[in-house]
């Protein structure tokens, strides 16, 4: 099957100038889709058109032809299985995702790991029962083969670090034996050789936030022997973000591992202004060796579920025990001086500002009420103090509650989209009432405010980092550009129409003036609208030679 995109103005993802020409596409049984030919405008010879009967031409006079976007950041792991169209990211230009992150998933798992993953991560995925979703993998490979039966996107998988520690330590505050660490390692090798394209970490999150320096780093030397690359959620984003973001290098030169900082940004008014400081640890650690890049989100409030707030050590044992404390008296009493007096660590160090912690999202339907209320306005509607609202919701929700937490600052935003290694993530929570619109609006959002009306980025920079760089850091050598005989994940869009449409009262808005969306080749959107194509796949990991 042979597509030809007539007239476009081709912005490559190399950064570099764009160009006019007619891109021809050529998909086969075989070999999936690629770039046959760029015919550049007023190149010698005829136009390419399609034979008749066998392909088709598509006029883009006036359209900008892309490589297809990797979302770094993607919480997509159940979405894709229960929903293989996936059209909040299809419309978004999004071609590859990167799933497993926060180091929280749902591989590798065993049967007494996986009920308690699925209840904690309920506020991220949902928690979808077996006539929605057949459970039936436990390996990462197996994972991967579930995705390789058809979805829409290319996606790729982390080794999630916390999943590890539940599979060998349960959720245990204290550090790992040698033995155990051997078996983590063990598993993390497999994973990897399975496919998966590095580790993630949640070190705000249970269990994962138990390991020290020195277990991630005998972790990352098995990442980094793999070729993969480390992506951290680090231990702070608020009053220890900087000592946070440098262990996270530290680990990095001490194994070798390639590091990605993932959704790096500066948050709480204890930052406010300060991109800079992260920007000149960035870049010393560049200038030193360090194989590093990050993404971001374009915009202010940060997401996750209300209950991780809580203090790490309010959470050990999983959530039975967690709920347990919160029915604790003397438990309750040491929570409320942690997140009101000292700043819980779950709260990145930060003393808890209940006007600034919005619900998003609740597992119960008899709670959806609460939705769009902060912390604070529940406390004043039921007469309570706002850390008596704060546990109430989070016992009838059973921890399922996901939050808003309107804490950024939109002058580190800009500095940090600029910076030379960043990439795009959305970080985007696809399930609850009102999540956030990061997940249908992130990549139109950076084109259309960030671009075309703000001028924070220039088109083809913008487009590099979307593409291209996640692209390398995914060690993926024929994807990430519009190059002849490179895979052919490619997007058309209306460079003065691109915009974000999702809101924080209405987030599932799709975005408009994307028209056409390829992956491998194939349309999955097609002048606008979705079509029934899942050619997307598992991008595995090509082991170094």
């Known amino acids: 099957m042979r597509t030809v995109l007539r007239g476009a103005l081709v912005v490559d993802g190399s950064g570099g100038a764009p160009y006019r020409a007619d891109a021809v596409l050529d998909v086969s049984p075989d070999d999936g889709g690629r770039i ?19 392909g088709r031409v598509i006029d883009a006079d006036g359209l900008v032809l892309a490589p297809g976007f990797v979302d770094m950041h993607a919480h997509s792991d159940l979405a894709l299985l229960t929903d293989p169209g996936h059209e909040a990211k299809v419309a978004q230009g999004v071609t590859l995702e990167v799933l497993g992150q926060d180091g929280l998933s749902y591989a590798p798992v065993d049967e007494t790991t996986l009920p308690g993953l699925r209840r904690q991560l309920a506020g991220w995925n949902g928690d979808p029962d077996a006539a929605e979703l057949d459970w039936n993998w436990r390996s990462v490979g197996q994972y991967l083969d579930r995705l390789d039966q058809g979805v829409a996107v290319n996606a790729a998988y982390l080794v999630p670090q ?56 005998a972790l990352c030397e098995v990442v980094a022997a793999h070729g993969g690359y480390y992506c951290p959620h680090h231990r702070s984003y608020g009053a220890g973000a900087l000592a946070a973001y440098a262990e996270m290098v530290a680990v990095a030169r001490a194994s ?8 790096a940004t500066m948050n709480f008014e204890v930052n406010r202004g300060r991109a800079g400081e992260l920007l000149a640890l960035v870049d010393a650690a560049l200038a030193d060796g360090v194989d590093l890049t990050l993404d971001s989100y374009p915009y202010l409030p940060g997401s996750t579920t209300l209950a991780a707030l809580l ?83 989070l016992v009838e929700d059973g921890l399922g509650t996901t939050i808003l937490q309107h804490v950024g600052d939109e002058a580190n935003v800009r500095a940090i989209m600029r910076h030379p290694v960043h990439c795009g993530g959305s970080d985007g929570l696809l399930v609850g009432d009102r999540p956030h619109p990061r997940a249908y609006g992130t990549f139109p959002r950076y084109l259309g405010h960030y671009v075309r009306e703000l001028g924070v ?3 083809a920079e913008c487009v590099r980092h979307l593409a291209a760089t996640p692209a390398r850091r995914l060690g993926l050598r024929d994807r990430g550009q519009v190059r002849e005989g490179w895979r052919a994940d490619l997007v058309l869009l209306d460079p003065t129409e691109i915009a974000d449409e999702a809101t924080y009262e209405q987030p599932r808005r799709l975005p408009h003036g994307i028209p056409y969306v390829f992956v491998d080749g194939v349309a999955v959107l097609d002048d606008g609208r979705r079509t029934a194509a899942l050619p997307g796949r598992s991008v595995r990991l090509t082991p170094p030679t």
Not at 163 to 169: D, E, G, I
Request: aromatic share 4%.
């Open 256 to 263: 070798g591992c390639a590091l990605h900082l993932a959704h």
């Open 162 to 217: 916390g999943t590890l520690r539940a599979l060998v330590l349960g959720w245990e505050d204290r550090a790992a034996t040698p033995d155990e660490l051997e078996r983590m390692r063990g598993l993390l090798a497999q994973g990897l050789a399975e496919g998966a394209v590095g580790m993630s970490s949640g070190l705000t999150y249970t269990p994962g936030m138990y390991a020290d320096t020195a277990e991630l780093t």
């Open 36 to 54: 046959a030919r760029l015919h550049r405008e007023g190149a010698p010879g005829p136009r390419p058109g399609a034979a008749p009967g066998s």
């Open 311 to 393: 203090p790490g050590w309010a959470t050990a044992g999983g959530p039975e025990e967690t709920l347990r404390r919160l029915g604790d008296p003397a438990a309750l009493a040491r929570i409320r001086a942690d997140l009101e007096v000292h700043g819980s660590d779950g709260c990145h160090g930060v003393v808890a500002d209940w006007d600034t912690v919005q619900v998003s999202g609740v597992r119960t339907p008899a709670l959806r009420s609460r939705v769009g209320l902060t912390v604070s306005q529940l406390a004043s509607r039921d007469g309570v103090e706002p850390f008596a609202a704060f546990t109430r919701l």
């Open 457 to 459: 980025l220039g088109l």
